[in-house]
């Protein structure tokens, strides 16, 4: 009892009234003072606070029930009574009973102190639940299955758990887990009110199950609203539900209807009507109006980020069709046409899709029908929601009939879902030109061979509706419009101007020996670093401030993917949790694998470091020492940076911040400015003995280099016994090994010496002879730029500038000859120079509608060109984000030049000129500057006029081998997309707020634009122009879910 009062600074004193307990702290912000009295009539005791025992009690833990229910009781009787930290252990002993206090009793002898957070841990690890699920994963895939009560109780008790092992999980990620677990018919209207608290989430999950009971109790369903058994036609049993039995039978069928795949299917293999199951024929309607929604699978939603997915462009070969939105779905969207025929006596339903690239018909109606088919040429086709599909079938001259008139065409057989078939451009070519009224749903074409003789095909009639599209067939979409160009464009330029690797089995049987005898070097790393008098250092201006950046937004699939790298980087040592005042923010970035590469956006804390000079060897010089060499071994070191440990005072300053709590790195990490210096510092101290001898270093690259192979056995034993002594490793699908020519630094090496890699040149070397005015002028325009190198540049390009005259441009053998000797000119000394490590580097960029093209360049000498063209999903880009493109592209191409220096990036676009201070807010920026991360560079802007060079390789016409050969003859997108983009052309307010997002202006940090769409939050912004916004509303109306929503709540989603 005496522990208990002293735990509560309570005193027992004795007055002439007997014994009294009295508190002793001098004010109780607690319910407990509630149970204290004045004694005033005692004037001895006048104004002494007196305490009758409150009747609060804990209750005593015996280790049989859940350790953290205890604890969260516990935590509010320290509440209640003010207790303090110091006293808490000691009072709880008190309620220990049975096997808790004997284990308790154990635990205190082997340590002396405990704290009460140190208890807690003790005695959840000792009496916890083992074996079943962890409440983090039944968190996770918690789904409701009863009632909305039954599964928020749950919710809430493991949501208190979560909240115990971790405080900072904030209330969006319990919203949005609530709603992820929600039923089918519960979800889409509870996220469509955006509630921003659990409260509010739950409030409305509850709504929500009263509407839908009270639908299913009013209609008479037997089932729960939403549950389809087994594909059934509409025929339904009718009960009179009247007391006399003198009104009419009310039928049972429910206004929503939601019919499941396999009852589609049924309806459509036995043309029945989708909304009613009547049979469909030409004039049908339906009886009795109601709603119908077909059943999906919900998959999770997630981050436009998802959508720079890199695809690997080896599994797409061959040629590319397309296939629109319209074509995955039965029904009509608006402006598309849907005709009615016949073939061989079987009504058929036909979409025009001015979006499809051939034409198609059913693999289902070519069973039926037992149409003959004949093996092709296998061509993939890219459907509208983004997946791959197969073609390899077709049916020749396939013969139907469109009201009066017969066609025969060859077809594609295709899985084409609601459609029997589509026709798309190459039958359309035929009847060139073509009239669509939209509005009157016909489409007027010429007959075949005779262009005087006109046929109109007059489309079905139904009423206007707008599809909708899910999450995730959206994000599908989103992969195929935007990942092929990132593949193609970006992370090929990743893996640099690629090696010649000698192949394994070429590898001489005396290198193969000497490497199984280093398994550990080839090995991944399991253990820290270890302490070096090189472990990297982050020096700071001298008035650099401590900084806190707020992380970044991620859907909660990103969210759990940030905490299982936190905790395997945890696990492994490489993080430690920190309280550091430093806080960068994490960014994630789709690798080629599908999983996700975790980078720190440090270009804050990089702008305040103090850059080290370390000096950088020069390439001239390096490549001095490989004279008589023969035979050449690369070593590639597996994730570098991670083998260098930071200095303890430097590691709060890599702290970051996401979501759910605050790290740093104990590890040099990825992106940080110094890290180059740091490592090329160590390179040098560990080779230091066979350097310029056998041995070059850059950076991570190793080179050994010797005259034979015996020589060559005994100099790669020596580096790999260094490696292996001072605990680094190499990743061995990265290296060549005894090759007799190797890329090294952006020159070919060999027994016969180091000569150019072609690929610097290679933009220029390829030129296509030009065949208009305006490509000589974009050529000229280069080779202009560098004409005080070249020697007598007027008299050897004169030929080419006369054709520039009005009316002169003939191309003849003398032009010939001055086009090459200038493209030699521009691609050796003395205009073309080799890098030097002590002079900065300039890097000047340009794009256009058609492609980009980069200089890189030192005392205005290029050192190599970059050209590459635009594919289709490139040109979509808007003119922002190709002139991004062009510059993550040119500095990942030139990236060994770069690292280490501080280089200057000129473009003529003014927004980038500000890249370092940006916000990233879209997944291309996330995507791209991931790669510019630890680079020291400055971006400058340059007038276009100015920017000559990288202007005129940007629009190289392309050789017509190397375009990428796609039948699509459109680029397949929804029709409201490009509605939408063209509302913005007169409405100015939105012109300007297009135009300060884009130069980051603070007024608007809640606007995004991306792919020429802007959007405020989750919502779309919707111009003045082409009456948009009121088609929206109709559209809006005409849906299931405008018919169900209050006028309130329509206007509020529209």
């Given amino acids: 009892m005496t522990g208990i009062l002293k735990a509560l600074n309570i005193e027992k004193t004795t007055t002439r009234d007997g ?269 009795n109006s109601q709603y119908t929604f077909m059943l999906f699978d919900e998959a999770k939603d997630e981050d436009i980020l998802s959508a720079c997915e890199e ?81 390899s079938e077709w049916v020749p001259k396939v013969k139907w009939k469109i009201q009066d008139y017969s066609f025969c065409f060859d077809m594609r057989v295709l899985d084409i879902g609601g459609w029997d078939m589509i026709v798309g451009v190459d039958w359309m070519e035929q009847y060139s030109p073509l009239l669509f009224d939209f509005k009157k749903l016909y489409l007027k074409l010429n007959a075949e061979g005779n262009k005087d003789e006109q046929m109109t095909l007059q489309g079905t ?130 690798k080629k694998d599908n999983s996700w590469r975790f980078c720190v956006d440090y270009r804050h804390l990089n702008k305040i470091t103090i850059k080290d000079k370390f000096p950088i060897p020069n390439i001239d010089e390096l490549l001095d020492e490989l004279h008589g060499a023969k035979l050449f071994s690369k070593l590639d070191l597996r994730a570098g940076y991670h083998q260098i440990l930071v200095k303890a005072v430097d590691t709060p300053k890599t702290a970051f911040q996401t979501h759910h709590g605050h790290f740093e790195f104990v590890v040099m990490p990825f992106g940080l400015t110094n890290a180059p210096a740091t490592f090329q510092a160590l390179m040098n101290q560990v080779f230091q003995p066979y350097m310029r001898k056998f041995v070059l270093v850059f950076f991570d690259d190793i080179l050994i280099y010797s005259p034979d192979l015996s020589k060559h056995v005994e100099h790669l034993e020596l580096v790999l016994k260094k490696l292996q002594d001072n605990q680094l490793y190499v990743k061995k699908s990265k290296c060549s090994f005894a090759a007799t020519s190797v890329e090294y630094l952006g020159h070919m090496i060999s027994a016969d010496g180091v000569s150019m890699d072609h690929s610097k040149v290679e933009s220029i070397r390829n030129w296509p002879v030009p065949g208009n005015v305006k490509e000589l002028r974009g050529f000229l325009g280069l080779s202009g730029y560098y004409r005080r190198f070249i020697k007598n540049y007027g008299i050897i390009a004169r030929p080419l500038t006369n054709l520039l005259r009005k009316d002169g441009f003939v191309w003849n053998e003398e032009t010939s000859k001055a086009f090459s000797k200038l493209k030699e000119a521009l691609c050796t000394k003395p205009v073309l120079a080799m890098p030097d490590f002590q002079k900065p580097f300039v890097l000047e960029t340009d794009a256009c509608d058609s492609g980009m093209g980069a200089v890189l360049m030192q005392n205005g000498n290029p050192i190599s060109y970059l050209s590459k063209s635009f594919n289709s999903k490139n040109k979509g880009f808007s003119v922002y984000e ?118 980051q202006d603070d007024s608007v940090s809640e606007y995004q634009y991306e792919q020429g769409i802007l959007k405020k939050g989750n919502k779309l912004c919707v111009g003045n122009k082409g009456g948009v916004r009121q088609n929206l509303i109709d559209s809006l109306h005409q849906t299931a879910l405008g018919g169900a929503l209050r006028p309130k709540c329509l206007f509020t989603e529209a």
């Fill in 19 to 287: 014994e009294v307990y009295v508190n002793k702290s001098p004010i109780l912000q607690s319910p407990l003072v509630n149970h204290f009295r004045q004694k005033g009539d005692d004037k001895e005791n006048q104004g002494r606070m007196t305490f009758s025992h409150p009747k609060v009690e804990l209750t005593h833990f015996k280790g049989e029930e859940d350790p953290r229910v205890w604890l969260r009781k516990c935590n509010k009787f320290f509440l209640f009574h003010q207790v303090k930290d110091s006293f808490k252990c000691d009072l709880v002993e008190m309620y220990l009973d049975g096997k808790a206090d004997t284990w308790f009793q154990s635990y205190k002898f082997v340590k002396e102190t405990v704290s009460w957070k140190e208890f807690g841990e003790a005695i959840v690890k000792r009496f916890g639940k083992k074996g079943g699920v962890d409440e983090q994963e039944e968190f996770n895939k918690l789904v409701q299955e009863g009632s909305v009560m039954e599964y928020i109780d749950r919710f809430e008790e493991l949501k208190a758990v979560l909240l115990c092992r971790n405080a900072n999980l904030d209330e969006s990620y319990f919203v949005s887990s609530f709603i992820s677990g929600l039923k089918g018919e519960l979800k889409p209207m509870v996220r469509l009110m955006k509630p921003t608290s659990l409260s509010d989430a739950i409030d409305i999950a509850q709504l929500q199950e009263q509407t839908v009971d009270l639908i299913v109790k009013k209609h008479g369903s037997k089932e729960k609203w939403g549950n389809t058994k087994k594909p059934e036609t509409n025929q339904q049993e009718v009960k009179n539900l009247s007391n006399g039995g003198d009104k009419k039978p009310i039928s049972t069928t429910s206004m929503f209807k939601k019919i499941s795949p396999e009852e589609f299917q049924y309806r459509k293999n036995n043309h029945l009507c989708y909304k009613c199951g009547e049979k469909y024929g030409q004039g049908h309607q339906c009886k």
């Fill in 461 to 590: 009639v139904k009423n206007a509706s707008i599809s909708l599209i899910r999450g995730h067939k959206l994000k599908k979409y989103n992969q195929g419009l935007v990942a092929n160009q990132i593949k193609q464009e970006v992370s090929a330029t990743i893996e640099g101007t690629g090696q010649q690797q000698a192949d394994e089995a070429e590898v001489p049987e005396e290198i193969r020996v000497l490497l199984n005898k280093f398994p550990e070097v080839f090995s991944i790393p399991t253990t820290l670093p270890p302490i070096r008098n090189v472990d990297h250092e982050i020096p700071l201006q001298q008035d650099a401030q401590p900084f806190k950046l707020k992380p970044y937004r991620y859907p909660h699939s990103q969210k759990t993917e940030i905490e299982n790298q936190v905790q395997e980087m945890l696990r492994s040592g490489i993080i430690k949790p920190s309280n550091s005042p430093f806080a960068s923010p994490v960014i994630l970035v789709r």
């Fill in 311 to 391: 695809v690997d462009e080896d599994e797409r070969e061959g040629a590319v069709t397309e296939v629109s939105l319209n074509s995955l779905s039965s029904q009509m969207a608006r402006k598309t046409i849907t005709l009615e025929g016949k073939l061989k006596e079987k009504t058929i339903t036909i979409l025009v899709d001015t979006g499809s690239t051939l034409t198609y018909l059913n693999v289902e109606v070519v069973k039926q029908l037992g149409l003959e088919v004949t093996k092709g040429e296998p061509i993939q086709v890219r459907l509208a929601d983004g997946r791959m599909v197969v073609s």
């Fill in 882 to 999: 190709k002139e991004l493109l062009a510059l993550v592209m040119a500095v990942t191409r030139w990236r060994h030049y770069l690292v280490g220096n501080h280089f200057i990036i000129r473009t003529d676009h003014q927004a980038l000129k500000y890249l370092l201070e940006q916000q990233l807010h879209t997944s291309l920026q996330y995507k791209w500057l991931s790669k510019l991360l630890g680079m020291d560079y400055e971006i400058q802007y340059k007038k276009g006029v100015e920017n000559t060079a990288a202007d005129s390789l940007s629009r190289i016409k392309e050789w017509e081998g190397n375009v990428e050969m796609l039948t699509a003859v459109t680029h397949v997108q929804p029709r409201w997309i490009q509605q939408l983009k063209d509302s913005y052309e007169e409405d100015d307010d939105i012109k300007m707020t297009i135009g300060k997002v884009l130069l």
